[in-house]
């Protein structure tokens, strides 16, 4: 039997309400990216001076959300799609909707934003290399801390920092890097020699376990390798990557460039790859190993979270950015294969959905949060994490593709569900109101769980930090839903083109964020009217294009099907 002969009988008019909620969500992407370049820990490739902690929870409190709500109506909408006009109407769809764009976009979108990246973010890195001076062999980049010192190999400054008895080991604010981290990812081998022999601590770790040995291992600045040896550094450290010092030599070109760059430095990597060979010699003359040779690493395979670590360092799951912000094309072109099993299954059994009150809240999160808390579990482990990770290469994740499956998987029940009261979020302002108060706590567990851990009883965080952040997009979704079905739930032509237009904004605006932050960059305005600037302007710039080139043309077609203008409807053409 073909998943075309046997149709449910639901007959639910579009939901506008949700349709305002997925332009939502995407306008939403807009403003977060625009918001990156302001955060108190930069790591956006344009970064202003101008900060403000602030960002940092807003970001975190859209990141924690927006796409598990965009996945929840995506998988509403497909499976509408699918009850009204059958699996291959649905499929012929999914590809001119979904597949047809993110190649397009990525043929084009993507590669203009390298390039922008390239030729504004490049200039920047380059001002920032390390021991970058002038003519008169003065430092052009401003030297105020001891990581700065550490970073840009400024001896002078940095013994008039240990003279003045600066902690050696402390952490800088904005990338957690004590400064001996700093001189050896950055090749500063002076800056190295300097801080040891002042007592800095040699194995000094950061929040992701990696040692200054791991560090310059990854970039492959092997005099730093080899005096850090011979001062003893440990050449069998293991990061939260369940990577040594030696499988450090062996990272991606572009993960490591990608690294870098986030931390605002540069690196020849064609110079660094020698450099990394002459690592990896090194550390095997002083016993240095990869995780797999070390005794004791079969032990740790043998709990589930263990073993799971183990299969995901396979490098097939670590391709690099391929997709960029598109990702979520690439995750619902594969979602597309569970969904169409599910498709025969319920076609088989004549399925019309699960019972109503299982979508009533708030009785739907007592069992949609501990469906969401197992893919949560395995989130975040290779590095502290809020929300759901993201990885933009050929092939997901195992536990980031199933976080999404279960949110499209909701999405796509919910509307069998035939929800029409609203059920599901007849109590969003309590909804909405839990979420406020559940997010400073599930920050808290997660990003200070050191801390937290000692007036706690032991084991404790972990769960609730997982708990937390699985609660957490829940509470939003529902209630989002609520009260976008309490102001949205008839049609609104403004609403509506602003929903059609919002798929074209979300995959063209990066370049153009790109641009605009670094035009504001010099202006000495508050980060808030940037960032406002920024969102705004984006915003209405594509809005034009849309209008003009977009809507009425071949791409608006690809986009959201065919749309007639006005004065050729009223002509008849």
């Given at each position: 039997?073909?998943?075309?002969?046997?149709?449910?009988?639901?007959?639910?008019?579009?939901?506008?309400?949700?349709?305002?909620?997925?332009?939502?969500?995407?306008?939403?992407?807009?403003?977060?990216?625009?918001?990156?370049?302001?955060?108190?820990?930069?790591y956006w490739v344009i970064r202003d001076d101008h900060t403000h902690w602030g960002f940092d929870m807003f970001i975190g409190a859209v990141h924690g959300f927006r796409m598990p709500l965009f996945f929840v109506v995506s998988g509403f909408f497909t499976a509408m799609l699918w009850r009204k006009r059958?699996?291959?109407?649905?499929?012929?769809?999914?590809?001119?909707?979904?597949?047809?764009?993110?190649?397009?976009?990525?043929?084009?979108?993507?590669?203009?934003?390298?390039?922008?990246?390239?030729?504004?973010?490049?200039?920047?890195?380059?001002?920032?290399?390390?021991?970058?001076?002038?003519?008169?062999?003065?430092?052009?980049?401003?030297?105020?801390?001891?990581?700065?010192?550490?970073?840009?190999?400024?001896?002078?400054?940095?013994?008039?920092f240990v003279d003045e008895g600066a902690d050696l080991d402390s952490a800088d604010p904005s990338f957690k890097f004590p400064p001996l981290n700093w001189a050896a990812i950055n090749g500063s081998e002076e800056a190295v020699r300097v801080l040891v022999d002042a007592g800095a601590k040699i194995d000094?770790?950061?929040?992701?376990?990696?040692?200054?040995?791991?560090?310059?291992?990854?970039?492959?600045?092997?005099?730093?390798?080899?005096?850090?040896?011979?001062?003893?550094?440990?050449?069998?450290?293991?990061?939260?990557?369940?990577?040594?010092?030696?499988?450090?030599?062996?990272?991606?070109?572009?993960?490591?460039?990608?690294?870098?760059?986030?931390?605002?430095?540069?690196?020849?990597?064609?110079?660094?790859?020698?450099?990394?060979?002459?690592?990896?010699?090194?550390?095997?003359?002083?016993?240095?190993?990869?995780?797999?040779?070390?005794?004791?690493?079969?032990?740790?395979?043998?709990?589930?979270?263990?073993?799971?670590?183990?299969?995901?360092?396979?490098?097939?799951?670590?391709?690099?950015?391929?997709?960029?912000?598109?990702?979520?094309?690439?995750?619902?072109?594969?979602?597309?294969?569970?969904?169409?099993?599910?498709?025969?299954?319920?076609?088989?059994?004549?399925?019309?959905?699960?019972?109503?009150?299982?979508?009533?809240?708030?009785?739907?999160?007592?069992?949609?949060?501990?469906?969401?808390?197992?893919?949560?579990?395995?989130?975040?482990?290779?590095?502290?994490?809020?929300?759901?990770?993201?990885?933009?290469?050929?092939?997901?994740?195992?536990?980031?593709?199933?976080?999404?499956?279960?949110?499209?998987?909701?999405?796509?029940?919910?509307?069998?569900?035939?929800?029409?009261?609203?059920?599901?979020?007849?109590?969003?302002?309590?909804?909405?109101?839990?979420?406020?108060?559940?997010?400073?706590?599930?920050?808290?567990?997660?990003?200070?769980?050191?801390?937290?851990?000692?007036?706690?009883?032991?084991?404790?965080?972990?769960?609730?930090?997982?708990?937390?952040?699985?609660?957490?997009?829940?509470?939003?979704?529902?209630?989002?839903?609520?009260?976008?079905?309490?102001?949205?739930?008839?049609?609104?032509?403004?609403?509506?083109?602003?929903?059609?237009?919002?798929?074209?904004?979300?995959?063209?605006?990066?370049?153009?964020?790109?641009?605009?932050?670094?035009?504001?960059?010099?202006?000495?305005?508050?980060?808030?009217?940037?960032?406002?600037?920024?969102?705004?302007?984006?915003?209405?710039?594509?809005?034009?294009?849309?209008?003009?080139?977009?809507?009425?043309?071949?791409?608006?077609?690809?986009?959201?099907?065919?749309?007639?203008?006005?004065?050729?409807?009223?002509?008849?053409?």
């Amino acid at each position: 039997m073909s998943n075309d002969e046997t149709k449910p009988q639901l007959t639910i008019d579009r939901r506008h309400d949700l349709d305002a909620l997925r332009a939502f969500a995407m306008l939403l992407g807009i403003a977060l990216h625009g918001a990156l370049a302001y955060t108190a820990t930069p790591y956006w490739v344009i970064r202003d001076d101008h900060t403000h902690w602030g960002f940092d929870m807003f970001i975190g409190a859209v990141h924690g959300f927006r796409m598990p709500l965009f996945f929840v109506v995506s998988g509403f909408f497909t499976a509408m799609l699918w009850r009204k006009r059958g699996f291959r109407s649905l499929a012929k769809q999914r590809g001119k909707r979904i597949l047809l764009p993110l190649i397009v976009f990525g043929l084009t979108i993507l590669p203009l934003q390298v390039w922008i990246v390239g030729s504004i973010a490049g200039g920047d890195w380059e001002s920032s290399r390390k021991g970058a001076r002038d003519a008169e062999g003065a430092a052009m980049v401003p030297v105020e801390t001891i990581w700065d010192a550490a970073k840009y190999n400024d001896v002078d400054a940095l013994r008039g920092f240990v003279d003045e008895g600066a902690d050696l080991d402390s952490a800088d604010p904005s990338f957690k890097f004590p400064p001996l981290n700093w001189a050896a990812i950055n090749g500063s081998e002076e800056a190295v020699r300097v801080l040891v022999d002042a007592g800095a601590k040699i194995d000094v770790i950061i929040e992701d376990k990696s040692t200054p040995l791991s560090h310059a291992a990854l970039m492959g600045h092997d005099e730093i390798v080899a005096y850090l040896l011979e001062e003893g550094a440990n050449p069998n450290s293991v990061n939260t990557f369940n990577a040594t010092p030696h499988d450090n030599t062996y990272v991606e070109a572009d993960i490591a460039e990608w690294v870098i760059g986030m931390l605002g430095l540069t690196v020849d990597f064609e110079e660094s790859e020698a450099g990394r060979e002459r690592c990896r010699q090194l550390l095997r003359a002083d016993g240095g190993r990869g995780f797999q040779e070390l005794e004791g690493a079969e032990e740790s395979r043998e709990t589930l979270t263990g073993a799971y670590m183990a299969f995901t360092e396979w490098r097939g799951f670590h391709t690099g950015d391929v997709f960029g912000h598109l990702w979520f094309l690439w995750y619902l072109v594969w979602l597309f294969v569970p969904f169409s099993i599910y498709t025969m299954i319920v076609n088989k059994a004549s399925w019309n959905g699960a019972p109503k009150w299982l979508f009533h809240f708030p009785t739907v999160l007592l069992w949609i949060v501990p469906a969401t808390f197992i893919p949560y579990w395995f989130n975040g482990l290779r590095s502290q994490e809020f929300g759901p990770e993201t990885m933009t290469g050929w092939i997901p994740m195992p536990h980031i593709l199933t976080l999404y499956g279960v949110f499209f998987i909701f999405g796509v029940l919910y509307y069998d569900c035939d929800d029409r009261e609203g059920k599901v979020g007849r109590w969003w302002p309590l909804s909405l109101l839990a979420a406020v108060v559940v997010y400073p706590f599930s920050i808290w567990f997660t990003f200070e769980a050191a801390d937290v851990a000692k007036s706690m009883p032991e084991g404790w965080v972990r769960p609730l930090s997982v708990f937390t952040q699985a609660l957490y997009p829940w509470l939003v979704t529902f209630g989002l839903m609520g009260f976008f079905r309490w102001v949205f739930r008839s049609e609104r032509r403004p609403v509506r083109y602003i929903s059609d237009a919002s798929y074209w904004l979300y995959v063209t605006h990066m370049p153009l964020v790109f641009v605009a932050q670094h035009l504001l960059r010099p202006l000495e305005w508050p980060a808030i009217l940037k960032f406002l600037i920024v969102s705004a302007t984006v915003t209405a710039v594509l809005l034009v294009v849309y209008e003009i080139c977009v809507r009425y043309t071949p791409i608006g077609t690809m986009l959201n099907g065919k749309r007639v203008r006005a004065t050729q409807r009223a002509g008849g053409g």
